[in-house]
Structures are given as C-alpha cells and as structure tokens.
Nanobody, 125 residues
C-alpha cells in the first residue's frame, strides 16, 4: 500500500524560504511520476510541480517557476520541494501525490492516485 507523508512547512515571512519533504513507501516508485499540489481556502487544488522518479526530469507551474525546486532522493524514497522567495499567495496546504502512469506533465489532480494528507504553508506579508 502506497503511503505518502509530508513534512516541513509552517509560518514564514514573505521573501523567505521553506522546504517540504514527502516520504514515500509501499512500492517501488521507479516508474512513477510524483508531484506537489497546493490548495488555498476556497480554491481548487492546484498543480505546483512534478518529477519523474527514475530520471529526475521536472516540470513546474508558471506561478512557481524560478522560485521553487523539486527533487528526489532515491535512496531515501523521499521527494522535496524547496520554496524560495515566497509570496502571500503561496499560502496553502501542500500535498504530495504519486501517479503510477509515469507521465511528467500531469497537472490535473484526478490523474494522481495516491495522496498525502498535506502540510500547511502560511506566508505572512
């Protein structure tokens, strides 16, 4: 059974950095696409970034390109999201997701079959 557990996040001032982690277990993820989504209050879940577990190639939403960096550590079965130059509009619950389909540019939440419970990131102005 796939389990995804996010950690990190919290309260940060605008312009500051935050790092998120997603510990994955229960499968061999070599063929999976992994992603970060976020959901702000009253809004739909929004794609942030994705990475292919095997090759490490990445894809970003325009809103975070140049500020956020996604990565993974195969040995630790962990995915990361380094978030820099944070803005108040980055405030949201951030979710880790996995898709067995292995396609990098999956930006729709329903295309991911596995989800973590989320971690809150709040950016104060």
């Amino acid at each position: 059974q796939v389990q995804l557990v996010e950690s990190g996040g919290g309260l940060v001032q605008a312009g500051g950095p935050v790092s998120l982690s997603c510990a994955a277990s229960g499968r061999t993820f070599s063929t999976y696409a992994m992603a970060w989504f976020r959901q702000a209050p009253g809004k739909e879940r929004e794609f942030v970034s994705s990475i292919m577990w095997s090759y490490g190639n990445t894809y970003y939403a325009d809103s975070v390109k140049g500020r956020f960096t996604i990565s993974r550590d195969n040995a630790k079965n962990t995915m990361y999201l380094q978030m820099n130059s944070l803005k108040p509009e980055d405030t949201a619950v951030y979710y880790c997701a996995a898709s067995a389909g292995g396609v990098l540019r999956l930006t729709i939440a329903r295309d991911y079959g596995y989800w973590g419970r989320g971690t809150q990131v709040t950016v104060s102005s």
